[in-house]
């Protein structure tokens, strides 16, 4: 699917990071139709959120899975395997080149997209060389970006702020995936390269990944509805 053929709607991803199977089934009713792609992540996974993965597929709802796997090449080949039989869409893992490279042979012609984590939205170049780094943001997104193309990777995870790059740099070829979305007016929490949702669509993602603007509003639906109508003034 190209971007252009991606629905408004299926823009938006709802990063369900709720405590339990019970909180997050809550949550997905009170979104109900409005919602079609949910992402599943550390807090829910471990809190035997896998199976809802098969559950939501069942119920025509696109799923995120973000692991962030990271480890030896074989590692990651053989877990990427087993997880091409959960059902997700998209798999995240960090975009380093054995594990990128692990990953394509464990997905292999499943239909399992694998997202590369670039730089994580809650770094800035100041942490980056705290961690060791001798690049900065933009010039590390950009470099891991050209490995994961060259890897067979499908899709990148970077903030908004690099999907114009990124778009130049990898065509429309790769999926660009941004977390650090903030609706104007809501707290930034830990996220350090943030846009609003309006003009990340403008910049050049594909897809919006939102979490605590909405799972943790009065009104779930509300807010997701108001982001989705941004999503699509956005794109005109
Ligand atoms: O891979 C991710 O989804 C991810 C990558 C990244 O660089 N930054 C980032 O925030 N995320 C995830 O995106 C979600 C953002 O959540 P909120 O900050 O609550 O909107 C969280 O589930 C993060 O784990």
Do not use: C, W
Not at 96 to 120: C, D, F, H, W
Not at 143 to 152: E, I, N, S
Request: hydrophobic content about 45%.
């Amino acid at each position: 699917m190209t971007p252009a053929e991606i629905a408004p709607k299926d823009r938006l991803i709802v990063a369900l990071d709720l405590p339990s199977v019970d909180a997050a089934e809550a949550t997905i009713n009170r979104l109900g139709d409005s919602v079609t792609f949910y992402k599943i992540g550390y807090r829910l996974a471990y809190a035997g959120g896998l199976p809802l993965v098969g559950k939501l597929a069942d119920k025509g709802k696109k799923v995120f899975l973000d692991l962030k796997l990271h480890d030896i090449g074989n590692t990651v080949m053989q877990g990427v395997e087993s997880i091409t039989r959960l059902g997700a869409t998209f798999l995240t893992v960090h975009a380093y080149p054995q594990t990128m490279k692990g990953a394509v042979e464990g997905r292999g012609n499943s239909s399992l997209k694998i997202l590369a984590v670039t730089v994580l939205t809650s770094y800035n170049e100041d942490d980056l060389h705290a961690a060791g780094y001798r690049l900065g943001v933009s010039e590390l997104v950009e470099a891991r970006a050209q490995q994961a193309q060259v890897l067979g990777i499908d899709g990148l995870v970077s903030s908004p702020e690099e999907a114009g790059a990124l778009r130049k740099i990898v065509g429309h070829q790769m999926h660009l995936v941004t977390p650090g979305i903030r609706p104007a007016g809501s707290a930034t929490g830990d996220q350090k390269r943030i846009m609003t949702p309006g003009r990340a669509i403008a910049a050049g993602a594909d897809y919006l990944v939102v979490g605590r603007p909405i799972v943790e509003a009065a009104d779930p639906k509300a807010v997701a509805d108001a982001i989705q109508a941004e999503i699509a003034q956005a794109l005109g």
